[in-house]
């Protein structure tokens, strides 16, 4: 590969990196064609921009934005796929699916909202992190529901408070 192939590709890289900053690494090696295709598949229809890179490529991009310092660029050893995504658990969601089924692809790091994740065992927390419409979908139903309790007394109460309004109007005055 000619050296301005290899600039072209990194500053893609950098770029990408800069619009979309949560990211994952994987090791997808070892999938035959079939099970690639597949996970690229998945990830096409997840929203997730999945490309396989290699590592000196991928150093040089994280040196552009300032990555070089995390434990991320430690974990650039053998194949890695990068994968891109706006709704930050999706790949991890992906990933542990995918990887059940078919072994790979195995969590190498990632970068989601602000934070490092390394190895395998981070996959977990990685999942059970909530997506921005999940937050939203949270905090929606928390701000609705003292309402819908107040709605509820309201209507459950009206026939309460009609009750004791006939009962008392019922009654002969007492003077």
Do not use: W
Request: glycine content about 6%; some cysteine.
């Amino acid at each position: 590969m000619r050296k301005e192939d290899k600039k072209v590709i990194i500053d893609a890289l950098a770029e990408q990196l800069k619009q979309t900053p949560d990211f994952y690494l994987a090791d997808a090696s070892g999938l035959n064609a079939e099970n690639t295709s597949k996970l690229r598949r998945e990830c096409f229809e997840k929203k997730v921009k999945l490309l396989i890179v290699k590592n000196t490529l991928l150093r040089k991009a994280f040196e552009q934005n300032n990555f070089a310092d995390t434990d991320l660029f430690k974990v650039l050893e053998g194949p890695t796929a990068i994968m891109f995504t706006e709704i930050v658990n999706t790949p991890a969601k992906l990933i542990k699916e995918f990887g059940a089924v078919h072994g790979k692809p195995v969590l190498k790091g990632a970068y989601v909202q602000e934070c490092v994740y390394i190895g395998a065992e981070t996959l977990n927390d990685l999942v059970n992190i909530k997506s921005r419409e999940e937050l939203i979908g949270d905090i929606i139903g928390l701000l609705q529901s003292p309402v819908k309790r107040v709605v509820s007394a309201l209507q459950s109460g009206g026939n309460t408070i009609a009750g004791v309004v006939k009962t008392l109007s019922d009654r002969p005055e007492q003077n």
